[in-house]
């Protein structure tokens, strides 16, 4: 399956799992460099996979990308 399926699979963002298959914490496939990332389905029921999704839903859902729509506070420098 594809980057964004196995995500919802195992209910943690795309970007947290293209992490954790960057750090080697989860085998994927990358055959052509502007196509899909290959995932297995016996690598998300695997430990590793486990792991990370016990992990991520330990803690805070807050994004790991800061939101670009929000407004900057301005605070007085007098």
Not at 14 to 33: M, N, S, Y
Not at 34 to 60: F, N
């Amino acid at each position: 399956m594809n980057l964004t399926d196995a995500a919802m699979l195992l209910d943690v963002g795309p970007r947290t799992l293209r992490l954790a298959i960057d750090r080697g914490q989860i085998p994927a496939d990358h055959p052509f460099a502007d196509g899909p990332w290959i995932i297995s389905r016996d690598a998300l029921d695997g430990e590793s996979a486990q792991t990370l999704k016990r992990r991520v839903s330990q803690v805070a859902r807050r994004s790991a990308v800061p939101d670009l729509q929000q407004e900057d506070s301005l605070f007085s420098t007098t």
